[in-house]
């Protein structure tokens, strides 16, 4: 299982951005994805997730300016970014809770980051 995400780049105070985040190869199923991010000297912290069907859960610090979203036929997961501030500039990384049907089993897996930088 791979993902592939896009949609990350520079914009200012108050913009928007939206990232988006496709898995494939060989997918089972898929129960949650979601996306962490990281700023240096940070740890990574989760942004926001979404169940299967639809539930989903963010960090306070996004609550009312992120929206997550995703598209089960597409295995795609979206992060619509609104109001962004500085301090969300960081490398935001997509991953999903999957079975793989090369193994039957449940893991994660996660994508290379995409980088998204606020300037004031």
């Known amino acids: 299982v791979q993902l592939q995400a896009s949609g990350g780049g520079l914009v200012q105070a108050g913009g928007s951005l939206r990232l988006s985040c496709t898995a494939s190869?060989?997918?089972?199923?898929?129960?949650?994805m979601g996306w962490y991010r990281q700023a240096p000297g940070n740890q990574r912290e989760l942004v926001a997730d979404?169940?299967?069907?639809?539930?989903?859960n963010y960090v306070d610090s996004v609550a009312g300016r992120f929206t997550i979203s995703r598209d089960n036929g597409k295995n795609t997961v979206y992060l619509q970014m609104n109001s962004l501030k500085p301090e969300d500039t960081a490398v935001y990384y997509c991953?999903?809770?999957?079975?793989?049907?090369?193994?039957?089993?449940?893991?994660?897996?996660w994508g290379l980051g995409t980088q998204v930088t606020v300037s004031s």
């Open positions: 991953y999903c809770n999957a079975v793989a049907i090369t193994t039957w089993r449940t893991r994660e897996y």
């Open positions: 190869g060989s997918i089972g199923s898929i129960n949650a």
């Open positions: 979404i169940a299967s069907g639809g539930s989903s």
